[in-house]
T-cell receptor, first 116, second 114 residues
Framework: DTEVTQTPKHLVMGMTNKKSLKCEQHMGHRAMYWYKQKAKKPPELMFV???????INESVPSRFSPECPNSSLLNLHLHALQPEDSALYLC???????????????FGQGTRLTVV | RKEVEQDPGPFNVPEGATVAFNCTYSNSASQSFFWYRQDCRKEPKLLMS???SGNEDGRFTAQLNRASQYISLLIRDSKLSDSATYLC???????????????FGQGTTLQVKP
């Protein structure tokens, strides 16, 4: 099973709303990632969690707040977003975060977010 | 200079053609390398890992040249279903970190025509 599950698949939110994106994997992976992808662009890394600790924050604005409640779950809390934050948000996981050989990442289907 | 560079294409080829994609990376400390495929409005899916010895999976062959910091993907006997964006991905550690991060090239678009 190489499945990463993301919910919701689509989300429309206003600029004053608070919402959360959820990601789950049961592959025993210890590294989990959030990526943002705009149309016709590659995914851009936002956060990396390694062994449930935030390991990398790519200078993401504080209106995006990640959380890793346990080794299988990853959340992204959203608050006071801007229309330019509309994008596909992808979660991924890999065996570990070491970057060693064969640590390929598996992606969820993404949440398509629209901020109005 | 971008950390991972690819020719964005598009590559328009007839069915049955052989097509090659290239990718260069800037971080010599990069440890692992991958090709992903992404269909329109879908998530990236792992196509294959890339090893120094080269590896082949059916019609697909990937090569890594660490000295030149260069990665390639060869697709033989192209099918209509190969039409997609192919993303070169490199796993590298930022300074003072023991966690790697996957860095994506901008992707190369392939359109296979009948």
């Amino acid at each position: 099973d190489t499945e990463v599950t993301q919910t919701p698949k689509h989300l429309v939110m206003g600029m004053t709303n608070k919402k959360s994106l959820k990601c789950e994997q049961h592959m025993g992976h210890r590294a989990m990632y959030w990526y943002k992808q705009k149309a016709k662009k590659p995914p851009e890394l936002m956060f990396v969690y390694s062994y449930e600790k935030l390991s990398i924050n790519e200078s993401v604005p504080s209106r995006f707040s990640p959380e890793c409640p346990n080794s299988s779950l990853l959340n992204l809390h959203l608050h006071a977003l801007q229309p330019e934050d509309s994008a596909l948000y992808l979660c991924a996981s890999s065996q570990d975060g070491s970057g060693a050989m064969n640590t390929e990442a598996f992606f969820g289907q993404g949440t398509r977010l629209t901020v109005v | 200079r971008k950390e991972v560079e690819q020719d964005p294409g598009p590559f328009n080829v007839p069915e049955g053609a052989t097509v090659a994609f290239n990718c260069t990376y800037s971080n010599s400390a990069s440890q692992s390398f991958f090709w992903y495929r992404q269909d329109c409005r879908k998530e990236p899916k792992l196509l294959m890992s890339v090893y120094s010895s080269g590896n082949e999976d059916g019609r697909f062959t990937a090569q890594l040249n660490r000295a030149s910091q260069y990665i390639s993907l060869l697709i033989r006997d192209s099918k209509l279903s190969d039409s997609a964006t192919y993303l070169c991905v490199v796993n590298a550690h930022p300074p003072s970190s023991n966690t790697g991060k996957l860095i994506f090239g901008q992707g190369t678009t392939l359109q296979v025509k009948p």
